[in-house]
């Protein structure tokens, strides 16, 4: 591995603005990349935020991977950036993952007799400091773990709801903040990447955590930065500049009229780089404008060119073939995952109708829940399925919370 052709930011980045010195000085200190001390620090500043701090329709959970060999600095990284934003305002700090069920079970507590939940860590971040442990459980039949990820980067519904009460949870959408830092070994990274759950990285901002530029004599420890997290229950949707609103819905108009095409791994990529954005903002105390959107253009470019070099790194030239048959693979895994759900969904709902015809009367969440396949609600948690029947008009919440069909 040659760390000399490594994708990294360049020194100019981190000249804008002292706040991004100090991450260049954080990284260099503990002999690690600048690039991966940020990706983890951007982490810990969406964890600071409570859940009402929000992008115009989206969320800023967050997610970053961390890419290189044992032992070469992904935790020194992590651990970087926790120096330098020690306090961020949540128990959850690092936490390892387990589980789909595992990580709803620490944002909420067991439901209640009315089948309702207590959020208890609504801000969480978590570490899964040796990934190839996270793909592991992924794989596992029945698992909802990687699911669980992909909806809690959006912000969406998670949990189930089982026959036994003490496993039922259910946390609601935009109700709470979830940031998760993947350390990744490059050949366990291009397994993700050209795997069956390659629809997932689309979502995850990488970095390497090697440097060609770690000085010989490293510099101090920059002093800490003052904490950014706000009282519990501050509503925000951050002020974006409307060139960069314009940017986005430009491409998207050609994306309609299919003048571009997306690669597979880049659907999310102008999401992403918001997200990226409102971070790199709230860190410095300002409103999206177009130079944090250009800034975080940067950052979210050498994600994708990391992303590249993880392929490259892992597969030979005389695998070109193979290259191009994953790509192709990693496309129609993506379709067909989305066609799943919208099939998951289309029939969850079609059983709740039903239900509904034959119950005659008001019915409760439970009513609902029992008319739905327990393998469908491994795929969509039960509110989900629910909030987009009520959204769709095919069934009406009443103002006692029961459900009924339309008049």
């Given at each position: 591995m040659n760390p000399i052709h490594i994708p990294r930011l360049p020194a100019s980045f981190y000249e804008h603005s002292d706040i991004l010195r100090k991450v260049q000085q954080a990284g260099f200190n503990r002999i690690t990349s600048p690039d991966a001390v940020l990706a983890c620090l951007l982490c810990r500043v969406s964890a600071s935020l409570e859940p009402g701090i929000v992008l115009p329709d989206a969320?800023?959970?967050?997610?970053?991977?961390?890419?290189?060999?044992?032992?070469?600095?992904?935790?020194?990284?992590?651990?970087?950036?926790?120096?330098?934003?020690?306090?961020?305002?949540?128990?959850?700090?690092?936490w390892g993952v387990g589980s789909g069920q595992g990580m709803t079970k620490i944002i909420a507590g067991k439901a209640d007799e009315n089948g309702e939940c207590h959020i208890v860590n609504p801000r969480v971040l978590f570490l899964a400091d040796e990934g190839e442990q996270l793909l592991k459980v992924g794989k596992q039949d029945a698992s909802i773990t990687l699911p669980t990820i992909r909806t809690a980067w959006s912000g969406g519904s998670l949990g189930q709801t089982n026959a036994d009460a003490d496993r039922s949870r259910n946390v609601g959408a935009g109700l709470y903040r979830f940031a998760l830092t993947i350390g990744l070994q490059p050949r366990f990274a291009s397994e993700l990447l050209t795997g069956q759950h390659a629809g997932d990285p689309q979502r995850y901002l990488f970095a390497h955590v090697q440097h060609p530029e770690q000085p010989s004599v490293q510099p101090r420890f920059p002093e800490p930065l003052a904490p950014l997290y706000q009282p519990a229950g501050t509503e925000l949707e951050l002020q974006v500049d409307p060139e960069v609103t314009r940017l986005i819905t430009d491409y998207r108009v050609k994306k309609q009229r299919g003048e571009v095409i997306d690669e597979a791994l880049d659907s999310?990529?102008?999401?992403?780089?918001?997200?990226?954005?409102?971070?790199?903002?709230?860190?410095?105390?300002?409103?999206?404008?177009?130079?944090?959107?250009?800034?975080?253009?940067?950052?979210?470019?050498?994600?994708?060119?990391?992303?590249?070099?993880?392929?490259?790194?892992?597969?030979?030239?005389?695998?070109?073939?193979?290259?191009?048959?994953?790509?192709?693979?990693?496309?129609?895994?993506?379709?067909?995952?989305?066609?799943?759900?919208?099939?998951?969904?289309?029939?969850?709902?079609?059983?709740?109708?039903?239900?509904?015809?034959?119950?005659?009367?008001?019915?409760?969440?439970?009513?609902?829940?029992?008319?739905?396949?327990?393998?469908?609600?491994?795929?969509?948690?039960?509110?989900r399925a629910i909030s987009e029947a009520v959204k769709r008009g095919q069934i009406v919440r009443t103002d006692k919370g029961q459900f009924v069909l339309p008049r």
């Open positions: 969320s800023l959970n967050f997610i970053s991977a961390l890419i290189g060999g044992s032992g070469t600095g992904k935790s020194v990284a992590f651990r970087a950036a926790s120096d330098l934003l020690p306090d961020i305002g949540t128990r959850v700090d690092g999310h990529r102008h999401l992403l780089t918001l997200k990226t954005a409102g971070l790199l903002s709230l860190l410095h105390n300002e409103d999206i404008s177009i130079h944090w959107w250009n800034m975080a253009s940067q950052v979210v470019e050498v994600s994708r060119n990391v992303r590249t070099w993880v392929i490259g790194y892992a597969l030979s030239d005389e695998q070109t073939t193979i290259t191009r048959k994953a790509e192709t693979e990693v496309s129609l895994q993506i379709q067909k995952d989305e066609l799943r759900e919208r099939e998951v969904l289309d029939s969850m709902i079609r059983s709740m109708v039903n239900r509904l015809k034959d119950y005659g009367i008001p019915a409760n969440h439970s009513v609902l829940n029992q008319a739905c396949s327990g393998k469908h609600k491994h795929i969509i948690p039960i509110d």
